[in-house]
């Protein structure tokens, strides 16, 4: 079993609505990370948070939204999406960010419609 | 040139049998290396770290050759429970960014 909790499992939405993924760590962890990875890809990194602060934004478009209300969540709000960001969307967590090992959620499959 | 590279296979192998995998980074400030493990649909999960002089957990050894920028994962006597893909995974160090290969998949066949 992970670590790293993601909710919902799947999720299913058309271009017109807003929904949030979630991700929990009770492992002490003080960075966090956003994944997205598209079939037979490897993951591609959105955004890390380090001490609940943003610390990189991969340029991704605004239609993603982290939010991280305390060192245990992490919040990804979306917005306006488009088919093409139907994909797995990755939360990880690390000691802190640097040379450390990241442990990831087992994600959300994100459909839009 | 990308970030890290890795032979995609597939690699079809039979029981017992001894695999290799590669996977090259191209700049030479990166710090800290991994594998992961990728089977279908689910996330990836920490195989091994891997460091300079060499790591062995079990039936698995990593080794990482620094002048050449190359990093390698042995897996002896495969099971069939081996089967996934194999994700090679570069850390720079600031920002504990992760480059990641394009995984290696390996089919283990009875």
């Known amino acids: 079993d992970t670590e790293v909790t993601q909710t919902p499992k799947h999720l299913v939405m058309g271009m017109t609505n807003k929904k949030s993924l979630k991700c929990e760590q009770h492992?002490?962890?003080?960075?966090m990370y956003w994944y997205k990875q598209k079939a037979k890809k490897p993951p591609e990194l959105m955004f890390v948070?380090?001490?609940?602060?943003?610390?990189i934004n991969e340029s991704v478009p605004s239609r993603f939204s982290p939010e991280c209300p305390n060192s245990s969540l992490l919040n990804l709000h979306l917005h306006a999406l488009q088919p093409e960001d139907s994909a797995l969307y990755l939360c990880?967590?690390?000691?802190?960010?640097?040379?450390?090992?990241?442990?990831f959620g087992d994600g959300t499959r994100l459909s839009i419609l | 040139r990308k970030e890290v590279e890795q032979d995609p296979g597939p690699f079809n192998v039979p029981e017992g049998a001894t695999v290799a995998f590669n996977c090259t980074y191209s700049?030479?400030?990166?710090?800290?290396f991994f594998w992961y493990r990728q089977d279908c649909r689910k996330e990836p999960k920490l195989l091994m770290s891997?460091?300079?002089s060499g790591n062995e957990d079990g039936r698995f050894t990593a080794q990482l050759n620094r002048a050449s920028q190359y990093i390698s994962l042995l897996i002896r006597d495969s099971k069939l429970s081996d089967s996934a893909t194999y994700l090679c995974?570069?850390?720079?160090?600031?920002?504990?960014?992760?480059?990641f290969g394009t995984g290696t998949s390996l089919t283990v066949i009875p």
């Open positions: 990880a967590s690390s000691q802190h960010q640097g040379n450390q090992p990241q442990h």
């Open positions: 492992m002490g962890h003080r960075a």
């Open positions: 948070y380090s001490y609940e602060k943003l610390s």
């Open positions: 700049n030479s400030a990166s710090q800290s």
């Open positions: 891997v460091y300079s």
């Open positions: 995974v570069v850390n720079r160090g600031t920002g504990n960014q992760f480059y």
